[in-house]
């Protein structure tokens, strides 16, 4: 069974690191892209990156470049996502999914997120 | 990066067929896809590509492209089919992902 399996909810200060997890599962991690959503509480989804295990190639929205880090090791199967220094604004939960790309008879391509995480809550505050 | 837009909310009847749409330039390029998001869990890929549906997907759920809009059809909603749906692109300019404002949809 292909599944991502996320750590568990964290309450942080502001000012202090964090490391979230995503272990995958039941398929070739090097071979697939996988990213991190965002969701502030009562909000939307906003995609924030991806990250390529087989290469460690990685791409931020514009939205969260430079405020995160998202990264991959091979050797666990594992994506993580990183702050450095927390915001409030960071509370959020957040999802991470396996992102793939297909494209249509008629020629169009087509992205999507076959496989998620259940969710991680991030919770900020003094 | 482009957007792609949602109405906010749509309610339909018991049995009845609604649909929902995603507007935005990124379609012109790039098919949309579809989840389900219910409160407290993650979101559930419904519709991806021309019309296909995952496994466990019910065939109420179909998909449809045309020029800058992408379309969710639900034929004969059933009360389960209740939640917050989201449209998904990426934009081939400069490669992000994008989604939609969300669609909350009520089941009367």
């Known amino acids: 069974e292909v599944q991502l399996v996320q750590s568990g909810p964290e309450l942080k200060k502001p000012g202090e690191s964090l490391n979230i997890s995503c272990q995958a599962s039941?398929?070739?991690?090097?071979?697939?892209?996988i990213g991190w959503v965002r969701q502030l509480p009562g909000k939307g989804l906003e995609w924030m990156g991806v990250v390529y295990p087989g290469d460690s190639d990685t791409r931020y929205s514009p939205s969260f470049q430079g405020q995160v880090t998202i990264s991959a090791d091979r050797s666990t199967n594992t994506a993580y996502l990183q702050w450095s220094s927390l915001k409030a604004s960071a509370t959020a939960m957040y999802f991470c999914?396996?992102?793939?790309?297909?494209?249509?008879?008629?020629?169009?391509?087509?992205?999507?997120?076959?496989?998620w995480g259940k969710g991680t809550t991030v919770i900020v505050s003094s | 990066s482009s957007e792609l837009t949602q109405d906010p909310s749509v309610s339909v009847a018991l049995g009845q067929t609604v649909k929902i749409t995603c507007q935005g330039d990124s379609l012109r390029n790039c098919y949309a896809t579809w989840y389900q998001q219910k409160p407290g869990q993650a979101p559930v890929l419904v519709i991806y590509g021309e019309d296909n549906r995952p496994s466990g997907i019910p065939d109420r759920f179909s998909g449809s492209n045309s020029g800058d809009t992408a379309s969710l059809t639900i034929t004969g909603a059933q009360a389960e089919d209740e939640g917050d749906y989201y449209c998904?692109?990426?934009?081939?300019?400069?490669?992000?992902?994008?989604f939609g404002s969300g669609t909350k949809v009520t089941v009367l």
């Open positions: 039941g398929y070739k991690f090097n071979k697939y892209w």
């Open positions: 999914a396996r992102h793939r790309r297909g494209v249509t008879t008629n020629r169009f391509d087509y992205y999507y997120m076959d496989v």
């Open positions: 998904v692109s990426r934009d081939t300019i400069d490669n992000q992902y994008v």
